[in-house]
């Protein structure tokens, strides 16, 4: 097999995503094309507003009038994201992947000019349907009948926007403000190199993605150099991530104020459909949690020869007697024969993907870190990874391209109906990383299996305990930040206390990751990014258990459920499946299959450690 450093630095042999069918370059009349009629189908779109009087007015019986301006104004609409989004995906594509390319980042911003021209416009949609009321235009539209879920939410929304020409005003800026703080910090960290003195001797330049790469190797002793050297470089960078934190999250909590919010927790439970009985039962259920995970942590630490709590540098690290690496092939097939026992549509999106050139695989340096799947065009999708080589890469390719096939479900709807919440947005990817599991535990036993297991628990250790730490951080983050700016030597106290708070002593706090804050984009945003992960984690755990159950039933109505993510709210969703995600049980129930894998874990970690012995 291939080293992970191999893999890591060079990834000549892993495949680069094309989008070379929807335009040939920049330099293409296509693209300049496009990106005029992005100009000029917002200015119709706005004289469309104009034209229909589409802003805030006294509540009035609903005529044929109206319903042929909400006709015309939600069709418009949908046909102008239409086209931006592909537009978007397509500067994305090179923006995400090569933040040297000064060319894309102006476009870029030359389309967010454009684009954010759309959010005075949403807003005085929003206080007319719920001037008017989603259910009388209705009678008369057939667009509203079709876009009902979307244009209630929208309706609700009224009740927390400011005035139309202060939202008029903070469109202008946005892109000025939040938008090119979290473009900054994207471009800083992706650019991001550091030195890496190895176990041999040698001392390799790295871009930062690759070096957090080594997380996965095999090696104790290269782990440790690499979390040495990306703890040495983060200060290098720090202060400007600093700047950054402070002027997104400063900004969110001036609109929150303005926008009559109470918190910014509540604008993202909004925002993600998520009620607020529902996310506290989440969050009881994962707070009862919190130890069972830690024990699972000592577990692992005395399988990797620790006498006492798990070092940072070991949590997802592959156990001793686990294959070292796993190349990109043996990856692809992994997921490719999970998905291939669902069958359907599923089972053929891998090689869809793979032959319609969807993936861009390898780490480099000047492209992002981490890993996503953004929809370009129809039902086409573009996934991003940084492959290390390891078991997890795999699961993460099973993530993204779980995105990727809900993105198929959705491409039957209009944009209106397929703006996700992130919370939703996360039901499929969860299904099917937890199908490759599911499928590796059916055939392995021994070590084999006991290190899938392992495997496994570190991304629920991830979802659950990390993202709890997460969410500790940036709910202080946001209440600090409506008295002052926070600064570096602040916020790393912030992230050390969280991480001390939801890893307990399962963690060598002497360890803790004191930068996270800085390697995180999804701090970046100016709602909460992370409690999401976790609900979608534990929902798509309960998916797979109704899975299980019948799996022909299951399957009869999960492709049309996962169309409907943009529509429904969580709880709506949730009733689909039978699930009721207001009542904590449910998610214990979901966080009961967690803690049967540690069972199994433990008692597989006995048996192996006694063969060893023996």
Not at 22 to 48: I, K, T, Y
Not at 57 to 79: L, Y
Not at 127 to 135: A, P, T, Y
Request: hydrophobic fraction near 40%; proline fraction near 3%.
């Amino acid at each position: 097999m291939t080293t992970i450093e191999e893999r890591a630095t060079d990834d000549q042999e892993l495949p680069r995503w094309s989008v070379a069918d929807v335009h040939e370059s920049f330099q293409a009349r296509s693209f300049g094309d496009a990106m005029d009629r992005c100009g000029a189908d917002m200015s119709r779109l706005e004289a469309l507003f104009e034209e229909h009087g589409i802003r805030a007015t006294e509540p009035r019986a609903v005529t044929a009038t109206d319903g042929r301006a909400a006709d015309a104004v939600i069709t418009a609409i949908n046909r102008m994201r239409d086209h931006a989004d592909e537009t978007a995906a397509y500067i994305l594509a090179t923006t995400t992947t090569d933040s040297y390319d000064e060319t894309a980042e102006g476009l870029l911003g030359e389309f967010e000019m454009v684009d954010v021209r759309q959010r005075p416009l949403t807003a005085r949609l929003a206080d007319w349907v719920s001037s008017l009321g989603v259910e009388a235009l209705a009678e008369h539209s057939t667009q509203v009948a079709e876009h009902r879920g979307p244009l209630e939410k929208l309706a609700r929304r009224a009740a927390h926007q400011m005035n139309e020409a202060e939202e008029g005003l903070y469109a202008d800026l946005v892109s000025t403000g939040s938008s090119a703080w979290d473009t900054l910090h994207g471009v800083v960290t992706s650019q991001l190199t550091a030195t890496v003195t190895m176990p041999d001797g040698t001392t390799p330049a790295m871009p930062m993605a690759a070096i957090r790469g080594l997380a996965t190797h095999a090696d104790p002793a290269v782990r440790r150099a690499a979390y040495e050297a990306e703890l040495a470089s983060w200060p290098t960078v720090a202060p400007v991530c600093a700047a950054a934190m402070n002027a997104v999250k400063g900004e969110a909590n001036v609109v929150n104020r303005r926008r009559g919010w109470e918190s910014a927790l509540a604008a993202s439970l909004f925002a993600n459909s998520v009620s607020r009985e529902t996310f506290d039962a989440m969050q009881h259920a994962i707070t009862d949690s919190l130890g069972d995970l830690r024990g699972w942590m000592h577990s692992k630490a005395r399988l990797h020869g620790h006498s006492g709590a798990l070092p940072w540098h070991d949590l997802v690290a592959p156990l001793p007697f686990a294959a070292s690496a796993v190349t990109w092939d043996e990856g692809v097939d992994i997921v490719r024969n999970a998905f291939g026992a669902y069958g359907g549509g599923l089972a053929g999106i891998v090689d869809r993907a793979l032959d319609g050139r969807w993936i861009d695989a390898g780490p480099r340096a000047g492209k992002l870190g981490g890993a996503f799947c953004m929809s370009l065009s129809g039902d086409r999708s573009l996934v991003f990874l940084n492959w290390s080589g390891s078991v997890s890469s795999a699961q993460t390719t099973a993530h993204e391209l779980g995105h990727a096939y809900h993105n198929v479900q959705l491409a039957q709807r209009t944009p209106m109906q397929r703006s996700l919440p992130m919370a939703l947005a996360e039901t499929a990817s969860i299904f099917c990383e937890t199908l490759v599991v599911e499928e590796g535990l059916q055939r392995l036993a021994g070590g084999d299996r006991l290190a899938l297991l392992d495997v496994d628990l570190q991304g629920a250790l991830q979802v659950v305990v990390d993202i709890r730490s997460r969410f500790l951080f940036e709910t202080e983050v946001f209440t600090r930040r409506q008295r002052r700016t926070l600064g570096v030597g602040e916020l790393n106290e912030l992230m050390l206390q969280a991480q001390a708070d939801a890893y307990g002593d399962g963690l060598d706090q002497s360890t803790a990751h004191r930068y996270m804050w800085a390697v995180k984009p999804h701090y970046y945003s100016s709602h909460f990014y992370n409690w999401p992960y976790a609900y979608g984690l534990l929902f798509g755990l309960g998916l797979f258990a109704q899975y299980k159950q019948d799996p022909e039933r299951f399957k009869s109505h999960y492709d049309d459920a996962l169309s409907r993510a943009g529509i429904n709210s969580a709880e709506e969703l949730g009733a689909v499946f039978g699930f009721d995600v207001s009542d904590q049980a449910f998610w214990t129930a979901s966080l009961d299959v967690i803690r049967d894998r540690i069972a199994d874990y433990d008692a597989l970690a006995v048996d192996v450690t006694a063969v060893d012995r023996a």
